[in-house]
Each structure stands twice: as C-alpha cells, then as structure tokens.
C-alpha cells in the first residue's frame, strides 16, 4: 500500500477504481509564419468551436446543472467573446508573425499573471476562466483531447493534471466517486464544483499520481487530503468506519435545525450566513442560519457585462429580501477596487491593489456608481429586514461621506414620494488595523461591526493571504489579531453596539469558543458551516471559553 497526501479540496470519502485521463496538459512553442491572415483564420476557427463546444455542454447539463455550474460556463462562454481578450491574441499573431498556439500561451500569461497577484478570491477565480479556455483553445489548435467514458461496472476515481469545468460539469457523477490531479488550487471552479456535485476532490499530488495505473484500488480522503493506493485490509476497515461515522455526523447535525444557537450557561449567539449570489440564498435557508450576515453586492456587477442599473439592482435586493422570509439581510456595498475589477470601471494599474483604490476609497471615487447602489437598497428597504455595511473603511471621514450620499438618497427618494424604510441600519466592516484601533469613534456614528478577517489578518501580520510561502502565518491564529477583535469588541461594546464576524475565521469550528470570548455577538459564516457551528456553541460554557482566551492573549 502507497499513502500519499496533499490539499483537500472537496470533503467526503471514495472508495474506486482508477481512471487516468489523457495528459490535458498542452504546451506551444514560438513558431514565425508566414501568412499571419491564414494563422489568423485558424485562431478563429478554433475559437468559434470553443464557444460552440461550451454551448453545447451548457444545454446537454441545462436540466441538472444548479445555478453555480451554470453560471461558470456563461462566464467562460463571456470571456471567450471579450473583445479585449481577443484583440490580445490577434495583435499577437499579427505583430508577432507566430502562431495561434504561441499567442494564446502569451494572452493566457499576460492574464493570469495580473489576476494571480490579486489577493481577492473572486479575481483569482476569474484567472482560473482565464487558464480553461485558453487551455481550450489551445487543445482545438493543437488536435489534443481529453474523452472519458464512464466504466458500467466500477465506481472510478479520475486522476488527471487537472480539469477544467466544463469537463467536471460533463462527468457522470454516478459513475465518478472522486477527482484527483495533479495541479489545480482549492480556488480552481473545478474543485468548486466538485464541492457542488459532492464529488470527494483532493489537488496538487504533483508526481505522486505517476505511481498510480489504470485500474488501481484507491481510497480517497477529501477531509485530509489523503489518498490510499491499493489499501491493505486494515486501511479498508477504516474507510467503513469513516464512511458510517460521518452518515451520523450529518444524522446529528440536522438535528439542530430549528433550535436555537444557546451555550450550556446560557448565552444566546445569532449565526447567519455568508452569500455572494442570488442561488447562495437557498443554501442559506437550508441550513437554518438566522438570516444574512454578508451578501457581497460586487458579484452582482462582476457577472454583468455592463454596470447595473438601478432598477436591475433593485429587483435584485427585493428578490433577496423576499426569498429571506423576514429574516434580517445585511447587503455589503460595491467592494471593488484593481483586485476586482469590471470592465465598466476603469482604475489605473496599482503596485498594490490590497492596499489600493478598492472598497469604500473606490466608491467615494465613483460617487454616481455608489449613489445608484444606495438609492437601489433603500427602494428594496421595504420588501424585508436590511442592513447596509461599507467596506474598506480605514476613516471616520468615509463613513461619514457614506452617510451624506445616503441622506442624498433619502431627500429625491422624498422628492418622488418614493416608500422606503427611513432607519435603515447602517454599519461597517473592520478590515483594517486603523478601524479596529479607531473603533471606538467609529461607533459614535454606526450601528454595527463586522469583523472581515480574511483581510484584516493579512494587514495586521503584513502577509499577503494568497502567498502560499506565508501560509504558516495562518495555520495559527496569531495573537495580534485575536487581541485586535477583542479591542474592537470591547470599544463597541461601550457605545451599545453590536460585533460580527463574517470573515473565513467564523466558519472554523475550531475558532468559535475563541470569538465568543473575545466579545464576538453574532457569527455569520459559509452556509454549510452554520449547523456544526451551532452544535459548537450549543456544548459551550463560555465562562470556560474566557478563562482560555484571557490566558492565550496573555491576560492571566
């Protein structure tokens, strides 16, 4: 038996066969031509059967597939049409006098690079499109495939240098008990798919797969990331153990839908969801979370081919606001900056877009941009509970020209005899050192906080998240930013205010007891997280949680 081991990528466990996939790895090199129009005749075949090709997958999944997988594939079907996109690659072939295969390599280079320095999740992602259909692209012009058919007779376990979505969206998920590659990030749309279709996934086992042959036993660990060649008896019976225990694991949890999220001693904490797009809501709702803690507005500008209008934004906050029931919504404003950029929203390359014109600094830019968003909330005010958080703030003076744009609002909203809620509250996220230090004057002017810890962590420990040499920095939560959360809680605290945290960090199980100590009131965390988080809280005895974290902060 070979035990290897990498990153997990999608959770479960598998028990298959193996099925390697032909090498989708393709690589081109330079070659001058000739005849630059005919190279350019060959590019725009193989591009129009790349789009032809996605568009079939697209309507032969159309009756499966949910709403995530399908708008990855209009997204790839979007970038394959974006003309600045593909003016890069015709300059190429025609500047350069090379050939297709080449100035695809260049434009796929030139993009990933610019979106791989991005610290945003959704920027990132966007790289990954990037890197599928220039991989398509390049496998048209150079004649390679990759073809699965399923085996009738076995469960099988695809092993390939990674796939890409639309090829993970074609898989027969009866016949596919787990994916593993060689390349590819836990941020790669396959993975998250995987993650969707419930298929266990692991990444990055580099040239640990090469032992691996066709029709090999393999057992697949997506929770550790752990995979088993051609197990031994003992190894099986870990793998029914495992595979019954977490059958009662997901038993147990559904047992605390409709209770309440109430620790041994008494203390009652609220636990809401995280979303990004209209098709979270439903997994929201699923795993009883209390409402939602953050709703990322951006992605409703990223998916859109041009910048949203009010009415297109209103229909799309009343929708959210309605398929809630009357739980409580708290809508994040545009949080875009370089790092996460519309083509609609032009802003001039930065050293560093973590730290750039992004968030609240961005939308105080683009005051039309901004005042079109907030005019478009307050309208949706009345369908449903809502809560308006800014993003990025780092000055008492943006929360307060935040403000004034909302008394604007609120005066032609008037003005047209507009019905909209008049005390909407209005709160901020804590993302970096200086609001978290001035958060105590802060509070003087805000209804609510809440912690994004993702990017208040980076800026704190000055280590850029998707830097995987610092990655050691957040394998333990570091003392400077739990005591920074437990300043900014307590100077909250003082003015009657309210502390969230909606960052990765409130999702961790493992970091609940700790939160709370630390003066946290509400978590709202990714949808699938919310009932074992709540199972946490339920077996708490928070006057035990404080005694550890006074001690780990250094207090006693």
Same mark, same amino acid.
């Given at each position: 038996m070979k035990v290897m081991k990498a990153t997990p990528a999608s959770k479960g466990i598998a028990l298959g066969q193996a099925r390697i996939l032909g090498d989708s790895f393709v690589d081109a090199v330079c070659v001058r031509v000739e005849d630059p129009r005919a190279e350019l005749a060959r590019f725009r075949k193989a591009h129009d059967d790349a789009l032809e090709d996605l568009k079939k997958v697209y309507e032969r999944a159309s009756g499966t597939m949910d709403e995530d997988t399908a708008n990855i594939l209009q997204t790839q079907m979007f970038l394959l049409r974006d003309k600045g996109f593909l003016h890069e690659i015709t300059n190429i072939i025609s500047g350069m006098k090379v050939n297709a295969e080449f100035a695809v390599k260049m434009a796929e280079e030139r993009y990933t690079r610019m979106f791989s320095s991005m610290e945003n999740e959704y920027m990132n992602a966007r790289c990954t499109d990037i890197k599928d259909i220039c991989l398509r692209l390049s496998r048209l012009l150079m004649g390679h495939t990759v073809e699965w058919t399923p085996n009738r007779y076995a469960q099988e376990i695809l092993i390939a240098r990674e796939l890409m979505p639309s090829e993970t969206v074609d898989l027969d998920v009866s016949a596919v008990s787990a994916i593993l590659t060689k390349e590819g990030s836990i941020m790669s749309h396959s993975a998250i798919l995987a993650r969707t279709m419930n298929i266990p996934s692991i990444v990055g086992l580099g040239s640990q797969l090469d032992a691996v042959n066709d029709g090999d036993v393999l057992i697949v660990d997506g929770d550790t990331g752990t995979v088993y060649l051609n197990p031994d008896e003992a190894t099986?019976?870990?793998?029914?153990?495992?595979?019954?225990?977490?059958?009662?694991?997901?038993?147990?949890?559904?047992?605390?839908?409709?209770?309440?999220?109430?620790?041994?001693?008494?203390?009652?904490?609220?636990i809401r969801g995280n979303g990004a797009v209209v098709e979270d809501l439903e997994r929201i709702k699923l795993n009883d979370a209390e409402g939602i803690g953050l709703f990322r507005s951006e992605f409703l500008y990223m998916r859109s081919t041009s910048l949203p209008?009010?009415?297109?934004?209103?229909?799309?906050?009343?929708?959210?606001?309605?398929?809630?029931?009357?739980?409580?919504?708290?809508?994040?404003?545009?949080?875009?900056?370089?790092?996460?950029?519309?083509?609609?929203?032009?802003?001039?390359?930065?050293?560093?877009?973590?730290?750039g014109f992004r968030g609240m600094r961005l939308g105080l830019w683009h005051r039309d941009v901004y005042k079109t968003q907030i005019k478009a909330l307050y309208r949706a005010s009345v369908y449903g509970p809502l809560s308006i958080m800014f993003p990025m703030i780092s000055t008492l003076d943006e929360v307060l020209q935040g403000k004034e744009i909302i008394k604007e609002v609120q005066a032609e909203l008037d003005a047209d005899g507009i019905p909209y809620v008049k005390d909407v509250p209005v709160g901020i996220m804590i993302e970096t050192p200086a609001a978290a230090l001035i958060s105590d004057i802060l509070a003087k002017h805000v209804d609510f906080f809440s912690?994004?810890?993702?990017?208040?962590?980076?800026?704190?420990?000055?280590?850029?998240?998707?830097?995987?040499?610092?990655?050691?920095?957040?394998?333990?939560?570091?003392? !400077? &930013? #739990?005591?920074?959360?437990?300043?900014?809680?307590?100077?909250?605290? @003082? *003015?009657? +205010?309210?502390?969230?945290?909606?960052?990765?960090?409130?999702?961790?199980?493992?970091?609940?007891?700790?939160?709370?100590?630390?003066?946290?009131?509400?978590?709202?965390?990714?949808?699938? !997280? &919310? #009932?074992?988080?709540?199972?946490?809280?339920?077996?708490?005895?928070? @006057? *035990?949680? +404080?005694?550890?974290?006074?001690?780990?902060?250094?207090?006693?």
């Open positions: 099986y019976a870990q793998f029914d153990k495992k595979k019954e225990e977490l059958y009662e694991t997901q038993q147990r949890l559904r047992e605390y839908i409709g209770k309440p999220s109430v620790t041994k001693d008494g203390v009652k904490v609220v209008t009010e009415e297109e934004q209103f229909l799309c906050y009343k929708n959210i606001l309605e398929s809630m029931d009357g739980k409580p919504v708290t809508i994040r404003t545009l949080d875009v900056g370089s790092d996460k950029e519309g083509s609609y929203i032009q802003i001039p390359p930065e050293q560093n877009p973590a730290m912690v994004g810890t993702n990017d208040l962590t980076q800026y704190v420990l000055a280590a850029d998240r998707m830097n995987s040499r610092l990655s050691y920095l957040y394998e333990d939560i570091h003392v !400077a &930013v #739990l005591r920074l959360i437990k300043f900014s809680a307590d100077c909250i605290h @003082r *003015e009657g +205010k309210k502390i969230s945290v909606c960052g990765e960090m409130g999702s961790q199980r493992s970091m609940t007891a700790m939160l709370l100590a630390l003066g946290v009131d509400e978590l709202s965390v990714n949808p699938a !997280a &919310v #009932l074992e988080i709540r199972e946490t809280i339920c077996n708490l005895d928070m @006057r *035990e949680a +404080k005694e550890q974290a006074d001690k780990l902060l250094g207090m006693k």
